[in-house]
């Protein structure tokens, strides 16, 4: 950790590509100033920065949260559709495809 701030990643990831961008910010920074942060530098991309879902490694978060040093801060895209039940409905039809 930095004597003047912490370190943290903001990552969003589009079936396409992956951003992320790294940033340095005060030790009492939350998950809503790490996203402003990432916003300013991040140039034109196309990110949910006001509705996605946010998390830490995989974990779901408030913005509120007061991230520590080296967090992955990620936002969270929305799936078109529940994994699972895509699965159930192709398990589904490969029973109906053998009967």
């Known amino acids: 950790m930095s004597v003047?701030?912490?370190?943290?990643?903001?990552?969003?990831?589009?079936?396409?590509?992956?951003?992320?961008?790294?940033?340095?910010?005060?030790?009492?920074?939350?998950i809503a100033e790490a996203l402003a942060a990432a916003?300013?530098?991040?140039?034109?991309?196309a990110v949910p920065w006001e509705t996605a879902a946010v998390g830490v490694f995989g974990e779901a978060r408030a913005r509120s949260h007061v991230f520590t040093d080296g967090d992955r801060?990620?936002?969270?895209?929305?799936?078109p559709r529940d994994p699972r039940e895509r699965r159930r409905e192709q398990v589904a039809r490969a029973r109906r495809a053998r009967s």
């Open 4 to 30: 003047r701030g912490k370190r943290c990643v903001v990552a969003f990831a589009t079936r396409e590509r992956q951003y992320l961008w790294p940033l340095e910010l005060p030790l009492t920074a939350t």
């Open 39 to 45: 916003r300013r530098v991040s140039g034109a991309a």
């Open 73 to 79: 801060i990620e936002l969270y895209r929305a799936l």
